[in-house]
T-cell receptor, first 113, second 112 residues
Framework: DTAVSQTPKYLVTQMGNDKSIKCEQNLGHDTMYWYKQDSKKFLKIMFSYNNKELIINETVPNRFSPKSPDKAHLNLHINSLELGDSAVYFC????????????FGPGTRLTVT | KQEVTQIPAALSVPEGENLVLNCSFTDSAIYNLQWFRQDPGKGLTSLLLIQSSQREQTSGRLNASLDKSSGRSTLYIAASQPGDSATYLCAARNQAGTALIFGKGTTLSVSS
């Protein structure tokens, strides 16, 4: 009965490759997010997606593109991976009408070599 | 622009002590504030959520307070245990449905 799940848990790839991380929530929430946790453990928002409205953090390179096939899924696609993309990526979800408490997935540790 | 600061960055206490973790935010017009726990190499576990209209929330040995006028929240942990050792993150949300703005966390170590 996992609330927010992500796959894969670990991802090791080479520079220049394209990769995707998948996220699914079974909480019936209307908003989903992607956060990046850098090497200093600082968490920062990348994207939020609410009812087909995408809000992009202005510091995110356009090599990163979120894709939401439906309300329960928000995938993250990354083109032309760079060393600096190495981080832990967390998916989260919340419901605007239920207090907006955010629930986080277990994270995907991306290592770019 | 909302900024969240947590002090101290690290804290070591002996088992059994009561302790307070501090969180401050620059924009008092917050929607709510959420405290999380993160164990090494793990995801985030939500501990407490305080809505802007509330002054405090309690869960077991944890009590979180919110003072919007001063831009501060505190997380009080009673009778600390080694199992409480983790990084505690404070995060503020400015509007319903928007993203959380995180502090850099306080890493707590409780020794037996």
């Amino acid at each position: 009965d996992t609330a927010v799940s992500q796959t894969p848990k670990y991802l090791v790839t080479q520079m220049g490759n394209d990769k995707s991380i998948k996220c699914e929530q079974n909480l019936g929430h209307d908003t989903m997010y992607w956060y990046k946790q850098d090497s200093k453990k600082f968490l920062k928002i990348m994207f939020s997606y609410n009812n087909k409205e995408l809000i992009i953090n202005e510091t995110v390179p356009n090599r990163f593109s979120p894709k939401s096939p439906d309300k329960a899924h928000l995938n993250l696609h990354i083109n032309s991976l760079e060393l600096g993309d190495s981080a832990v990526y967390f998916c989260a979800s919340s419901d605007r009408d239920r207090g907006s408490e955010q629930y986080f997935g277990p994270g995907t540790r991306l290592t770019v070599t | 622009k909302q900024e969240v600061t947590q002090i101290p960055a690290a804290l070591s206490v002996p088992e059994g002590e009561n302790l307070v973790l501090n969180c401050s935010f620059t924009d008092s017009a917050i929607y709510n504030l959420q405290w999380f726990r993160q164990d090494p190499g793990k995801g985030l576990t939500s501990l407490l959520l305080i809505q802007s209209s509330q002054r405090e929330q309690t869960s077991g040995r944890l009590n979180a307070s919110l003072d919007k006028s001063s831009g501060r929240s505190t997380l009080y942990i009673a009778a600390s245990q080694p199992g409480d050792s983790a990084t505690y993150l404070c995060a503020a949300r400015n509007q319903a449905g928007t993203a959380l703005i995180f502090g850099k966390g306080t890493t707590l170590s409780v020794s037996s």
